[in-house]
């Protein structure tokens, strides 16, 4: 019994001298510091233990930003910094675990750093961008933009390389970072404000034009897309032509952030809501025509000079009618005017988000 107990041991011993000897066994030589079988194996558990921390750190956040509403980009600002932070730390705590000397790697790690430089010129441009944009609170997650080439859409993630756009339709466009700081873009929901849109229409010449404001205006009101009205933000009507077939208004309205996100179907929404309300009132909506009339001919005009063309014969002069008069028609409000006595948009002072 005692033999076979100091034989475990001797095996015991055994085994823990041979893992120590594979553990200090020397892999290669780095910046003069031998590194290690077992330096490696640690390195490799700390980076994923990292990186698996990462992982699960920013998909806790990123519920939480799907669930909230108002604090989503600072929410993503909050993911990111996490994810790089973990990763970053879990690196530095690689290396040391190995056994070099970040230090003596100074040197090896700036020459390595022109040649990827030089290499992935682009790639660090991009991801230098991404971090631009996510501090820069002009552009945000959640935003809706307009790019050049008129592609709008909700910016959905700021990646290390591109940012990822989706469209009303369900189309996401890829755009690199750096075009976004760049080339000019058009911020739809800039710090969570909407704008103002303008929806033409025409009516049919002899429409009463205090009618037509009256009624596009309760219709504009009653639609669930627009704002409440403010002084500085109402629903207005303008009259903006003098068409060849009709009157060309234009009715201008500040519409629901979520609406804004939606420009087509806005669109469509108020140009619906005014025809509908046009012709419940029973105002003509004009078509494009081309009236014939005769001025003169053979010296008569109007009916008598169609008389004179098919019978051939002059007709009896007609006495002279009286003109009936015109009813003075009320004044109706002018929006246009209204809203140039209003300070301009560079004049307005920008909400207070903060």
Not at 35 to 58: K, N, P, Y
Not at 262 to 291: C, K, N, S, V
Not at 320 to 328: G, I, M
Request: proline share 5%; net charge neutral.
């Amino acid at each position: 019994m005692a033999v076979f107990a100091r034989w475990s041991r001797m095996t015991e011993l055994g085994s823990l001298q041979a893992l120590e000897k594979i553990e200090n066994a020397p892999v290669l030589r780095l910046a003069g510091t031998s590194i290690t079988a077992g330096g490696l194996i640690s390195a490799a558990i700390i980076l994923t233990v990292a990186l698996v921390l990462a992982w699960l750190a920013t998909r806790g956040i990123k519920r939480l930003r799907a669930r909230s509403s108002r604090s989503g980009g600072a929410l993503y600002l909050l993911e990111k910094l996490v994810g790089y932070g973990l990763i970053v730390a879990g690196g530095m705590l690689a290396l040391s675990a190995t056994g070099l000397n970040l230090s003596s790697l100074a040197v090896f790690a700036g020459a390595l750093g022109i040649g990827v430089g030089l290499g992935l010129q682009g790639v660090v441009k991009e991801f230098v961008s991404g971090i631009f944009l996510i501090f820069d609170r002009m552009v945000s997650v959640g935003d809706y933009v307009e790019i050049e080439g008129g592609a709008r859409g909700a910016i959905m993630e700021i990646g290390p390389r591109a940012t990822r756009i989706r469209t009303n339709d369900n189309i996401n466009i890829l755009v690199p970072n750096s075009q976004l700081i760049e080339h000019p873009l058009t911020n739809w929901t800039l710090k969570g404000d909407t704008r103002r849109i303008h929806i033409p229409f025409s009516v049919a010449y002899g429409a009463d034009r205090g009618e037509v404001r009256d009624v596009v205006l309760a219709a504009a009101r009653a639609s669930p897309f627009t704002s409440p009205e403010t002084d500085a933000r109402k629903c207005q009507v303008w009259l903006v032509n003098f068409g060849e077939s009709g009157l060309d208004f234009e009715l201008l309205v500040w519409p629901t952030q979520d609406a804004v996100k939606r420009p087509a179907a806005m669109h469509a929404a108020y140009t619906w809501a005014i025809a509908e309300a046009l012709e419940q009132a029973g105002i003509e909506i004009p078509f494009p025509q081309t009236d014939l009339r005769i001025r003169s001919l053979f010296g008569r005009e109007g009916d008598e000079a169609m008389e004179v063309m098919t019978t051939g014969k002059a007709p009896r002069p007609k006495p002279a009618a009286r003109k009936p008069k015109k009813k003075a028609t009320t004044s109706s409000e002018n929006d246009a005017a209204e809203d140039l006595l209003l300070p301009s948009a560079a004049e307005a002072p920008e909400p207070d988000n903060s």
